[in-house]
């Protein structure tokens, strides 16, 4: 099945700089590439979503870049605030389902 | 509010018991799919159902079940608990079946 890996684990960030988090995924088959945010006992809410036709879609201060040949894809935070702070989770839909990468915790320092 | 509707928001049980976690999908949506989330494992997949039917199966275990039914609600049955069942247990629904899913605020389940 699919495989979905995050990198890095955990990611501090000055407020205003950018973070960006990479996933890799392993099936060629995959054609949507989803990004959820999870503040602390929430369920995890869609924030951008990119599908294998687009190579980036930006939505003002988030982005996400796909490269299919390379099979990766990732998520760019531009000027970062403190609600910024959240864990993040990246996800490959196939085989009638999403598979999720074990996510990243995001710290924005004030 | 994200329009998915999981009760109860919290359970505690005993090990060797049996719980029922139930989710409402949003108005529209016809798939449901149900995620278990422990600290080490993240976003686990179980299963997906459509219009009433199963689509796809994760590793959910032989103790676990869940159904979809008419009204387009799924309930999801754990039997004979274990303390390592003890997570947060999602529901999350899609308009179809290709995607673009809605999470529901979960079902934190411990067992003791």
């Known amino acids: 099945g699919e495989n979905v890996e995050q990198h890095p684990s955990t990611l501090s960030v000055q407020e205003g700089d950018s973070a960006v988090i990479k996933c890799t995924y392993s099936d060629s088959a995959s054609n949507y590439f989803p990004w959820y945010k999870q503040e602390l006992g929430k369920g995890p809410q869609l924030i951008i979503d990119i599908r294998s036709n687009v190579g980036e879609k930006k939505d003002q201060r988030i982005a996400v870049t796909l490269n299919k040949t390379a099979k990766h894809f990732s998520l760019h935070i531009t000027e970062t605030q403190p609600e910024d702070s959240a864990v993040y989770f990246c996800a490959a839909w196939g085989n009638n389902r999403l598979a999720f990468g074990k996510g990243n915790q995001v710290v924005v320092i004030p | 509010d994200s329009g998915v509707t999981q009760t109860p928001k919290h359970l505690i049980t005993a090990t060797g018991q049996r719980v029922t976690l139930r989710c409402s999908p949003r108005?529209?949506?016809?798939?449901v799919y149900w995620y278990q989330q422990s600290l080490d494992q993240g976003l686990q997949f179980l299963i997906h159902y459509y219009n009433g039917e199963e689509r796809a199966k994760g590793n959910i275990l032989e103790r676990f079940s869940a159904q979809q039914f008419p009204d387009l609600h799924s309930e999801l049955n754990l039997s004979s608990l274990e303390l390592g069942d003890s997570a947060l247990y999602f529901c999350?629904?899609?308009?179809?079946?290709?995607?673009?899913?809605?999470f529901g605020s979960g079902t934190r389940l411990t067992v003791v």
């Open positions: 999350a629904s899609g308009r179809d079946h290709t995607g673009g899913y809605t």
């Open positions: 108005s529209g949506d016809l798939s």
